[in-house]
């Protein structure tokens, strides 16, 4: 069997992706976007004037040369201020500090600044506008043009410098975030302040200059003017309405005089009475100004509290579970121009207050007055949207090859090809790190999960390979005598063939004489290529009896439907929807390739509170019903007739499937039973001897006298209580046996719900989840609504790959070893993974740790085993085979993390723990976790830095926003706006899903409708979820694998609202559909198109949800603006990111 050929379309090298440009300039000329891949270093940093800015910062090397080696790719938030001329302290370094390239090495290009850029002098500080900069002699490092400072080439671009302006990371939050207070919808403004650092640049100082304390910098509140781009205290590029720059050093405005105010500008507020670093008096739109003093707080008025430190705008007092805000430390600003000193001590203003900058010394006339200082810029933040588009420009339908150890893949919201070379496709496995740490020391002080999350029956894209099938014969795969690794690619032949040695354990084995063949002068058998098991990643084998239940060949699976006739399933539909479509239905059964039609056999049973089970003999013309009322003991009253033949049984089968709805029709049965339907199930399969799976058709809470009834326990006041858990923790151990009866019986159980009340899903999952199976939810289930939905859904589950009876092993190469599995799995071992079923979309959590050191030449490997029943009833081995790299450095192991994998991984431990410890711990656990995990990178990997900075890895700048998003997320959010059983639901649907799923459930795509450029998957480009995204002219779909919102601007186009939903106004619009009727317009068919393509990379069908702007709706649809403010004093994504950087300075102080 010859392998794919080699060389087709080459991938580039390991972890080769481009930074990423948040200006999305032009690429510059000679510059290749690879250059400095996964090494450079995105850094917002916090200049002398309060501005950040974006730095792209090159590897250092010596003068003159490039570098070979790049440090770690980091992203930094509130850099320290270079000094003014002549102020250097001598024991400070180099203008150019080793590190990298600071972009305000140089003075800018000449000519007009670009939009975002600074308009200060070659640093970016205030002082630079006086003086150019005395030269430097000591040789810089190069820039990422390969320049040794200054400005770039003529005809190239400079990386921007100022996008993120007027943003300041380093103060503490605006808001303990997650308390369970409420509060203010607008959220409030934020301070922030840092410290001049020991080895960093003194900030300017002279006469009339004094330090600031915490808070001085205050954003501006209701009614006052907004900061404009620019360095704070300096004046920002021009815009509309301001005058032009004058003559002087370029880019600037011409200063004012020694001593002198500046001048206002047009549209800028007249001087005031006061001094500098006094409060201006309240201008329009602003409160008087109360005893005290200018710019003073006010005192507070009758039933007001005494003044905590912060004001109207700005941050509240800590909350619970918050640590306190301290005075000042490292994260302060730097004294600024204009502002009295004492020495040795700091002097406070009330947090809150704003202040005019005083004038420097030498300054000149005609500068206008600094801006007030403005609350941070999410856009300016690591942004989920720009990271998923940048990986798409570099590896959208490109080829990733899986040639080497540890090759970081593109990430899961890529479309892209896999050409198969040795190791298993990221579709098959995916890693928390590529890298792995070689000690246990280095992953426990860094606590990053280390894991994997592997999907072994994934679906491939038509244009790639399956696994091969490959057949050993009757000897059997080969495998280690020791470890039984089965071969692989990355076993190595010795002794000219004869034999072999594992990489997992180092046994060497002798090679079968059936097996054996010639190697190379490379060491290489000359038959490679032809052997599967020698030159890919994944492949399978043929099992013999040995792997077989009592060493007999298995029998193809069948399929059971269990359907509830009690009178609210009759009444809503559903029963009759099932029948209609059942009959055309089970035609799709899947199939192994080659075979004509599918061998799955079929039965059926209905019940209410008794069971009734059908004779389906091929030998009958009408079906025959056998009722089993002693549901406490229940039988299957026959063997032969019950699972039959589709095609044999035809007939009989479409008379049962027309007569079902008819015999029930005049039910008034309410009482339910659920138990004893699924131990029916089980006693058919282990009587004829098949594994299969059990479709439950639910409509509610099994009351019925029999072994499992529920009670409602749904106790609203638990909620965000020591207490909570007791409402998902499954009650008695009926179910728990059950589960395990089940799998025993390799019966796998999906289950259909249709609740219109309490169900207790919490309870009812416990057999779906072991058993590989898993749940769908209907809520008040209506046929024109949620018809099409739910045979969709059950449409592709009859469909989609799937295999029976299998038993999952990972294997792991000396030094590591599996220690935990997550996933709807069950163990009846400590390595052994048993599933009744696993099929295409189910994916299984795997934690590693270490046993021992491991050699980093050697490298870890993989290798992940299933054998499985297939749907003809033959018995297979599939196996994946993994080779990652070690590494003894903190810098190799962060830039080769996976954040995606890494929630997937974080997210399925905090779900399992929900069941024993209080959900107000996970939260506070998994902040203290990944604050731990960003300060080991700051204090081990990054360059040194004030403590202001927030410096977060490349490949892991989105933490902060997905560990936000996962906080959010109603499985783990204490919230009483979601019913117990939706967060049951979650959890359970979170505790099967692949790494793209979770990655879709915690951070939604939001996609124009109306407005962006189609691209060639067929979507437009995704913005970020906020509100502040949202433009009332157009229209927006979120989906996030569960529901698909449809969200129509109030002012949008009434001719687009005419096109798609045939009525002439957004008033009109039927927002209580299930789907969107199509016209012959192109607005109508766009619309489908997207909905469509959308909808074809999800597991299941995706309920629709129309919102119009400020209608009752709307508050459901915001809810998943994860980005924003959450109900119940969740935090926004701004306010989170600054608590995790207070936190961070915590840990490091």
């Known amino acids: 069997m010859q392998a794919p050929p080699p060389g087709a379309n080459p991938q580039a090298p390991p972890g080769n992706y481009p930074g990423y440009n948040y200006n999305q300039q032009p690429q510059q000329p000679g510059f290749h976007p690879n250059q400095y891949n996964g090494a450079s270093n995105v850094t917002y940093t916090h200049?002398?004037?309060?501005?950040?800015?974006?730095?792209?910062?090159?590897?250092?090397?010596?003068?003159?040369?490039?570098?070979?080696?790049?440090?770690?790719?980091?992203?930094?938030?509130?850099?320290?201020?270079?000094?003014?001329?002549?102020?250097?302290?001598?024991?400070?370094?180099?203008?150019?500090?080793?590190?990298?390239?600071?972009?305000?090495?140089?003075?800018?290009?000449?000519?007009?600044?670009?939009?975002?850029?600074?308009?200060?002098?070659?640093?970016?500080?205030?002082?630079?506008?006086?003086?150019?900069?005395?030269?430097?002699?000591?040789?810089?490092?190069?820039?990422?043009?390969?320049?040794?400072?200054?400005?770039?080439?003529?005809?190239?671009?400079?990386?921007?410098?100022?996008?993120?302006?007027?943003?300041?990371?380093?103060?503490?939050?605006?808001?303990?975030?997650?308390?369970?207070?409420?509060?203010?919808?607008?959220?409030?403004?934020?301070?922030?302040?840092?410290?001049?650092?020991?080895?960093?640049?003194?900030?300017?100082?002279?006469?009339?200059?004094?330090?600031?304390?915490?808070?001085?910098?205050?954003?501006?509140?209701?009614?006052?003017?907004?900061?404009?781009?620019?360095?704070?205290?300096?004046?920002?590029p021009p815009g509309p309405?301001?005058?032009?720059?004058?003559?002087?050093?370029?880019?600037?405005?011409?200063?004012?005089?020694?001593?002198?105010?500046?001048?206002?500008?047009?549209?800028?507020?007249?001087?005031?009475?006061?001094?500098?670093?006094?409060?201006?008096?309240?201008?329009?739109?602003?409160?008087?100004?109360?005893?005290?003093?200018?710019g003073m707080m006010p005192p507070p008025g009758p039933g007001m509290p005494p003044h905590q430190p912060g004001g109207p705008g700005m941050m509240p007092p800590p909350g619970p579970g918050m640590p306190p805000q301290q005075p000042g430390g490292p994260g302060m600003m730097p004294p600024g121009p204009g502002m009295m000193s004492q020495p040795g001590q700091n002097q406070f203003q009330q947090p809150g207050m704003q202040y005019n900058q005083g004038q420097r010394q030498g300054a000149y006339p005609n500068q206008p007055a600094p801006a007030p200082a403005r609350r941070l810029d999410p856009e300016m933040m690591p942004s989920p949207i720009q990271v998923i588009e940048a990986d798409k420009e570099v590896n959208q339908n490109r080829v990733?090859?899986?040639?080497?150890?540890?090759?970081?893949?593109?990430?899961?919201?890529?479309?892209?090809?896999?050409?198969?070379?040795?190791?298993?496709?990221?579709?098959?496995?995916?890693?928390?790190?590529?890298?792995?740490?070689?000690?246990?020391?280095?992953?426990?002080?860094?606590?990053?999960?280390?894991?994997?999350?592997?999907?072994?029956?994934?679906?491939?894209?038509?244009?790639?390979?399956?696994?091969?099938?490959?057949?050993?014969?009757?000897?059997?795969?080969?495998?280690?005598?020791?470890?039984?690794?089965?071969?692989?690619?990355?076993?190595?032949?010795?002794?000219?063939?004869?034999?072999?040695?594992?990489?997992?354990?180092h046994a060497i084995t002798d090679t079968p004489h059936h097996y054996f063949d010639h190697i190379d002068h490379m060491n290489q058998r000359t038959d490679r290529d032809s052997r599967p098991e020698l030159c890919r990643g994944s492949y399978e084998f043929l099992a013999t009896k040995d792997y077989c239940r009592k060493n007999k060949d298995p029998l193809s699976p069948a399929f059971i439907f269990a359907i509830d006739v009690s009178y609210n399933s009759i009444k809503s539909g559903m029963v009759g929807l099932l029948c209609q479509n059942l009959q055309t239905l089970i035609d799709t059964f899947p199939r192994d390739y080659g075979q004509e039609r599918s061998s799955i056999r079929v039965g059926f049973l209905t019940y209410s509170n008794v069971i009734h089970f059908y004779n389906l003999n091929s030998s009958l013309a009408q079906p025959q019903m056998m009722v089993v009322s002693d549901v406490n003991d229940i039988f299957v009253p026959l063997q032969d007739g019950f699972l039959v033949d589709v095609e044999e049984s035809r007939h009989v089968i479409t008379n049962l499937l027309e007569q079902i709805p008819d015999m029930f029709r005049d039910t008034r049965e309410t009482e339910l039973i659920f138990a004893p339907v699924i131990q029916a199930a089980v006693q058919a399969l282990q009587s004829c001897e098949r594994a299969g799976k059990l479709f439950v058709f639910h409509s509610g809470l099994p009351s019925g006298e029999a072994p499992g009834k529920l009670k409602v326990r749904d106790d609203r006041k638990l909620i965000g209580t020591e207490k909570e858990k007791m409402l998902f923790t499954p009650v008695g151990n009926v179910y728990e046996k059950l589960a395990k009866d089940c799998v025993t019986a390799a019966c796998s159980v999906d289950l259909f719900l249709f609740p219109n009340q309490y169900a207790d899903v919490a309870t009812l999952a416990q057999v779906p989840q072991a058993t590989g199976g898993e749940i769908y939810k209907y809520n008040f289930f209506r046929l024109e609504i949620d018809g099409q939905?739910?045979?969709?859904?059950?449409?592709?589950?009859?469909?989609?790959?799937?295999?029976?009876?299998?038993?999952?092993?990972?294997?792991?190469?000396?030094?590591?070893?599996?220690?935990?599995?997550?996933?709807?799995?069950?163990?009846?071992?400590?390595?052994?993974?048993?599933?009744?079923?696993?099929?295409?979309?189910?994916?299984?959590?795997?934690?590693?740790?270490?046993?021992?050191?491991?050699?980093?030449?050697?490298?870890?490997?993989?290798?992940?085993?299933?054998?499985?029943?297939?749907?003809?009833?033959?018995?297979?081995?599939?196996?994946?085979?993994?080779?990652?790299?070690?590494?003894?450095?903190?810098?190799?192991?962060?830039?080769?993390?996976?954040?995606?994998?890494?929630?997937?991984?974080?997210?399925?431990?905090?779900?399992?723990?929900?069941?024993?410890?209080?959900?107000?711990?996970?939260?506070?656990?998994?902040?203290?976790?990944?604050?731990?995990?960003?300060?080991?990178?700051?204090?081990?990997?990054?360059?040194?830095?004030?403590?202001?900075?927030?410096?977060?890895?490349?490949?892991?700048?989105?933490?902060p926003a997905?560990?936000?998003?996962?906080?959010?997320?109603?499985?783990?959010?204490?919230?009483?706006?979601?019913?117990?059983?939706?967060?049951?639901?979650?959890?359970?649907?979170?505790?099967?899903?692949d790494v793209a799923d979770t990655q879709a459930l915690f951070y939604p795509t939001l996609i124009p409708v109306t407005t962006g450029e189609i691209r060639e998957d067929g979507l437009p480009v995704a913005v970020r979820c906020s509100e502040e995204r949202l433009i009332d002219r157009h229209a927006y779909i979120l989906e996030n694998t569960v529901?698909?919102?449809?969200?129509?601007?109030?002012?949008?186009?009434?001719?687009?609202?005419?096109?798609?939903?045939?009525?002439?106004?957004?008033?009109?619009?039927?927002?209580?559909?299930?789907?969107?009727?199509?016209?012959?317009?192109?607005?109508?068919?766009?619309?489908?198109?997207?909905?469509?393509?959308?909808?074809?990379?999800?597991?299941?069908?995706?309920?629709?949800?129309?919102?119009?702007q400020r209608d009752k709706l709307e508050p459901l649809f915001k809810h998943f603006l994860v980005e924003d403010r959450g109900s119940g004093g969740a935090a926004s994504y701004v306010d989170f990111l600054c608590h995790m950087h207070k936190e961070i300075r915590t840990l490091l102080s």
């Open 400 to 505: 990733f090859r899986t040639e080497g150890r540890g090759l970081l893949p593109p990430l899961v919201t890529t479309k892209y090809d896999v050409e198969d070379l040795g190791n298993a496709s990221p579709r098959f496995i995916r890693c928390s790190t590529y890298n792995l740490p070689a000690t246990a020391d280095m992953l426990k002080t860094c606590q990053l999960p280390m894991g994997i999350c592997v999907k072994p029956m994934a679906k491939l894209p038509k244009r790639e390979e399956p696994p091969y099938l490959v057949d050993p014969g009757t000897e059997g795969p080969i495998r280690c005598k020791r470890c039984k690794t089965y071969m692989c690619p990355q076993f190595g032949f010795i002794d000219g063939g004869r034999r072999f040695q594992c990489h997992m354990c």
């Open 47 to 236: 200049g002398a004037g309060g501005g950040l800015q974006t730095t792209k910062q090159g590897p250092p090397a010596t003068s003159g040369s490039m570098p070979t080696r790049q440090p770690p790719a980091t992203t930094s938030m509130n850099g320290p201020p270079p000094p003014p001329p002549g102020q250097q302290n001598m024991n400070q370094p180099p203008l150019m500090q080793p590190g990298g390239n600071q972009m305000n090495a140089g003075p800018p290009p000449p000519g007009p600044p670009r939009p975002g850029m600074s308009t200060n002098g070659p640093s970016g500080d205030p002082s630079a506008t006086m003086q150019q900069r005395p030269p430097v002699t000591q040789p810089s490092p190069p820039n990422q043009y390969g320049q040794q400072g200054g400005p770039p080439p003529p005809g190239q671009y400079q990386p921007p410098t100022s996008q993120m302006q007027n943003m300041n990371l380093s103060g503490p939050p605006t808001m303990p975030p997650y308390s369970q207070a409420a509060t203010s919808a607008s959220g409030p403004q934020q301070n922030f302040r840092q410290a001049q650092q020991p080895g960093m640049f003194p900030p300017p100082s002279g006469p009339g200059m004094q330090p600031r304390g915490p808070g001085m910098m205050a954003p501006p509140g209701p009614g006052m003017p907004q900061q404009q781009p620019g360095v704070p205290g300096m004046m920002a």
């Open 962 to 993: 997905y560990v936000n998003c996962l906080l959010k997320c109603d499985a783990i959010s204490s919230s009483h706006d979601v019913s117990t059983d939706e967060r049951s639901y979650l959890r359970h649907l979170i505790m099967s899903r």
């Open 789 to 959: 939905r739910f045979i969709e859904d059950l449409k592709y589950n009859l469909q989609r790959d799937i295999v029976f009876d299998a038993v999952l092993r990972v294997r792991t190469s000396t030094g590591i070893r599996p220690v935990d599995f997550l996933g709807n799995i069950s163990m009846s071992n400590t390595t052994d993974v048993d599933l009744a079923a696993i099929d295409c979309d189910k994916a299984i959590t795997v934690e590693l740790k270490h046993d021992d050191k491991i050699a980093e030449d050697q490298g870890a490997h993989i290798q992940v085993a299933l054998l499985y029943t297939s749907v003809g009833g033959q018995r297979r081995l599939r196996l994946h085979n993994l080779s990652l790299s070690v590494c003894t450095t903190y810098a190799d192991l962060y830039r080769s993390c996976e954040t995606d994998v890494i929630m997937n991984h974080v997210a399925k431990k905090a779900i399992r723990a929900g069941l024993s410890v209080p959900t107000t711990k996970i939260r506070e656990e998994l902040i203290s976790q990944f604050c731990m995990v960003l300060a080991i990178y700051r204090k081990n990997v990054a360059a040194p830095t004030g403590a202001g900075q927030l410096i977060l890895p490349e490949c892991m700048k989105l933490v």
């Open 241 to 294: 309405g301001m005058p032009q720059q004058q003559p002087g050093v370029p880019g600037m405005m011409a200063p004012p005089g020694p001593g002198m105010m500046p001048p206002p500008g047009p549209g800028m507020p007249p001087h005031q009475p006061g001094g500098p670093g006094m409060m201006p008096p309240p201008g329009p739109g602003m409160p008087p100004q109360q005893p005290g003093g200018p």
């Open 1043 to 1108: 529901n698909m919102y449809l969200w129509i601007g109030q002012n949008i186009n009434s001719e687009w609202v005419q096109n798609v939903f045939g009525v002439p106004a957004i008033q009109q619009i039927d927002v209580d559909v299930g789907s969107l009727k199509v016209f012959d317009n192109d607005d109508s068919k766009f619309i489908h198109q997207l909905i469509s393509t959308v909808q074809s990379s999800r597991p299941r069908r995706m309920k629709l949800v129309i919102v119009r």
